[in-house]
């Protein structure tokens, strides 16, 4: 097998990824369900019980949230400002695409994967962070390692950690993200005129329906997605997700698939997985898990880990 084809054997990842030579019609498919599975819902909201459109209004932003990471790749046309605008509308409102994608691709550099001092979606602490913090935090850091504590948590956690540094950028007078934030201002325009104006739907009704539990929704995903291993195979997660699951995260469950192979569109993972499975499984040291249900059963009330980075306790 070519070393390309070999697991472990990361290929550099361009600024933003590889354009496709044709439309992946696909994932245009996906962007229309999204959005008109969206405006329905929003539609219908006053008919509609809440139990109902929480599991939906989530299902659907966290989908439009695995949408975004398509188009952080490059996907689905060959131009860039046509994959941006397609996911334009900020369903969960909370962070910018173009930071989004800054971040994501630098996470990307799998050499630093998981290094919280290098890797910006790491969810480790390193020593110093780690000895600055109270009994309470650290309590509170163990609670976000099990799944109800991402779930519970997560959310918060990510909207105060990003928000408290855009805000301290801002004031120290780095205006480098401000374009970013207007095209961002635009986006949670086009969804709030929508959501509030058009269909009448309350705020709070929106952000408690499905953003917070969106958002929440998505760090299920991102929940075991990486450990922190000396081999950069064995960093990143197989979860061999149910069709809602996988449809739901683009089959960004089949993780050490991606990283090895980041400019693969989502529906062709699977075939590519399927064919190399026991060498992907060979090569991740054993990080797999057979679907969800297994990770909820395990890791539910149960930390995953601690959350200060193995390596500062080495």
């Known amino acids: 097998m070519p070393a390309e084809d070999r697991p472990g054997q990361h ?15 696909l994932t245009l498919v996906v962007a ?11 539609w219908f909201h006053e008919i509609l019980p809440w ?8 299902y659907l932003v966290a989908w439009h949230g695995s949408l975004q990471h398509e188009v952080t790749h490059g996907h689905p046309t060959p131009s860039a ?33 998981t290094d919280p001092l290098a890797d910006p979606e790491s969810y480790y602490l390193d020593a110093a962070s780690w000895a600055k913090t109270g009994p309470l935090t650290r309590a509170l850091l163990r609670a976000h390692n099990t ?19 855009e805000i301290a950028r801002a004031f120290g007078g780095d205006l480098s993200h401000a374009r970013a934030w207007a095209i961002h201002a635009l986006g949670v325009t086009l969804v709030l005129a929508w959501v509030m104006g058009i269909c009448q739907m309350p705020l709070w009704q929106y952000l408690v329906l499905f953003v917070y ?27 061999e997700a149910g069709p809602l699951m996988s449809l739901l995260f683009l089959n960004n ?14 529906y062709r993972i699977p075939a590519f997985y399927r064919q190399r499975r026991a060498l992907f499984l060979a ?32």
């Open 32 to 42: 229309a369900a999204i959005y008109a599975g969206f405006g329905a819902l929003t």
């Open 147 to 165: 799944l109800a504590g991402r779930i519970v948590l997560g959310p918060l956690r990510c909207l105060m950690l990003f928000y408290r540094g």
């Open 253 to 266: 469950n089949l993780h050490l698939v991606h990283h090895d192979k980041p400019g693969l569109p989502w």
């Open 81 to 113: 400002l046509a994959n941006e605008l397609l996911v334009l509308p900020s369903l969960w409102l909370w962070i910018p695409f173009r930071l989004y994608r800054e971040t994501h691709l630098a996470h990307h550099n799998d050499a630093q994967l």
């Open 283 to 314: 090569s991740n040291g054993g990080y797999y898990y057979k679907g969800y249900s297994e990770v909820f059963r395990r890791y539910f009330l149960r930390a995953k880990e601690q959350p200060l980075h193995p390596s500062a306790t080495a």
């Open 51 to 58: 139990w109902v459109m929480l599991p939906i209004g989530a």
């Open 11 to 25: 290929p550099a990842v361009p600024p933003r990824g590889p354009l496709p030579r044709r439309i992946e019609g």
């Open 213 to 239: 539990p969106g958002i929440s929704l998505s760090l299920v995903r991102s929940f075991l997605e990486h450990q922190a291993r000396p081999e950069v195979s064995e960093r990143s997660v197989i979860i």
